[in-house]
């Protein structure tokens, strides 16, 4: 009985769609999206807060989330009672207003800021090749996007380089419509994002400025001041970070200018220093890692896309050969390398490759496409469930457990990442830079547990009375736990 209710049921909802083809135009159209949000969610959720963080990069807006919580200063969030300068706030707000609801920064409610946005990169990534091409390539770019190795890495990461990767691919969205829409206003949404992304990460936002700037400079089509409403834009944007940079400046004075926009922000970035070939190799290094598993299809995307823009000229392929080229150079050229930086490389290169797989004339392309899609998201979720164990594994904080070291002593941490220690202690944790392991070799350090790297372990056995009462692990760095007295005298 049952059975022939649900059929009967379905039969009227198949014969009522098929009078109503409207209705079936519609399903056709959504479908798409609707699956690509889907295996978005699947991919970037299914193995949600699982990652332990174990580095000082990947803790350190959580921290600073936790401050804004305990204290309430949303403005200025503290780490070791000193004002965070060295980036704007925005991402701990995020953090915090995440955590808000559970009343703690955990390890899994630190990272939907980042989900969120990755899931941001695949919308206006796929915007962009809609707009610029058709729906087909759209939809194809979101999916690469979504499935690089940074965007899926990093979506789990508690850091501001997802969000900074948004802001500027959501930039990049409002200048294609604003240059190929004719919709000027979209300039002003443009400006307004840089400086969200400035709020974010500081002046590594200006990337999606200079792509922009690079891309107009076509003296025949009008100079970049007037066509990007350059004076105005700028304007907008200083306006929107002066408020932080007063703020900064004022609580940091001396300290602001000279370690953050000197050292930080300038000295950080500047390619100074003795030439090697790493400098040439490193780049190219960390794109082609950044982007995997599509990155050896990128060289023929690129020679693709300059094909197409020579015989067509409706500069669409073009837009997205600068916005790789100024973010490869401009990040490549700077002093610091590390993956995460070339993230805002995956969505130019995402639409390129999504471009190039569209030209194919190969029989049942098609075909060939979603069997390589499915074979792609069951090897990322098989990889990512045994990288997961496989880091997680690498970290073991056992040793500082209140069983063996007492919650009213000190800890101190030698080489150690301390924000990791006392993200998960949930007690503050000192990183010792100054005092040396005995007084013939400096100052004294304070009494209390230290928690010391392996590699520096002789210089304090040899120097001073202390004793070993435990051993952990923090991404896959050993330490000991030191009392400088015996266990039972550390008791009493």
Not at 200 to 215: E, H, N, P, R
Not at 274 to 295: K, N, Y
Not at 378 to 385: D, I, K, N, S
Not at 393 to 404: E, F, G, I, K, Y
Request: proline share 7%.
């Amino acid at each position: 009985m049952i059975t022939r209710i649900v059929a009967f049921a379905l039969h009227q909802r198949f014969e009522w769609l098929r009078r109503r083809p409207q209705w079936r135009g519609r399903i056709t159209r959504y479908a798409g999206p609707s699956t690509l949000l889907a295996v978005s969610v699947l991919l970037l959720f299914f193995d949600f807060g699982v990652r332990v963080l174990a580095t000082n990069d990947e803790t350190r807006f959580p921290m600073l989330a936790r401050d804004i919580l305990a204290r309430g200063d949303w403005l200025l969030p503290r780490l070791g009672g000193l004002p965070h300068l060295n980036k704007p706030p925005l991402y701990a707000w995020l953090v915090a207003l995440a955590a808000w609801p559970g009343g703690a920064v955990t390890q899994s409610s630190a990272l939907w800021p980042s989900l969120v946005a990755a899931v941001g990169v695949m919308i206006a990534t796929s915007w962009i090749g809609w707009r610029l091409w058709n729906r087909g390539i759209g939809l194809t770019a979101g999916f690469i996007v979504l499935t690089t190795h940074g965007v899926l890495t990093l979506a789990r990461a508690p850091m501001p380089d997802m969000m900074l990767c948004f802001v500027i691919t959501a930039a990049m969205a409002a200048f294609v419509a604003a240059e190929f829409s004719g919709r000027r206003l979209m300039l002003a949404v443009f400006y307004v994002l840089l400086g969200v992304g400035f709020w974010t990460k500081g002046l590594a936002a200006l990337l999606g400025l200079a792509t922009v700037v690079v891309f107009t400079l076509r003296p025949v089509r009008g100079w970049p001041g007037r066509r990007l409403a350059l004076p105005a834009g700028l304007l907008l944007v200083a306006l929107m970070i002066a408020p932080w940079f007063v703020l900064s400046a004022t609580s940091g004075r001396g300290r602001f200018l000279r370690e953050i926009v000197m050292t930080d922000w300038l000295l950080w970035y500047l390619p100074i220093g003795q030439w090697r070939w790493h400098v040439i190799t490193e780049p190219i290094a960390q794109t082609l890692s950044i982007l995997l598993p599509w990155s050896p299809l990128l060289p023929f995307a690129v020679v693709s896309a300059v094909g197409m823009e020579a015989k067509t000229r409706a500069r669409n392929a073009a837009l997205l050969l600068v916005w790789l080229g100024v973010v490869f150079v401009l990040v490549g050229a700077s002093t610091q390398q590390r993956m995460r930086y070339y993230l805002p490389l995956c969505p130019p290169a995402a639409l390129l490759v999504a471009l190039w797989y569209h030209q194919l004339t190969l029989r049942h392309r098609k075909v060939l496409g979603m069997a390589t899609a499915a074979l792609v998201v069951a090897g990322l979720m098989v990889w990512q469930t045994a990288d997961d164990a496989r880091h997680n594994a690498l970290t073991n904080l056992r040793a500082l457990d209140p069983s063996t070291v007492k919650v009213d002593t000190p800890i101190y941490a030698v080489d150690v990442p301390e924000l990791v220690l006392a993200f998960y202690l949930d007690r503050p944790v000192v990183a010792l830079r100054t005092y040396a392991a005995s007084a013939s070799d400096g100052p004294i350090p304070p009494t209390g547990y230290f928690a010391v790297a392996d590699r520096v372990l002789p210089q304090w056995l040899g120097h001073r009375l202390v004793v070993t009462i435990a051993t952990g692990v923090v991404n896959g760095q050993g330490f000991s736990v030191l009392a400088p007295e015996s266990p039972s005298r550390m008791q009493r």
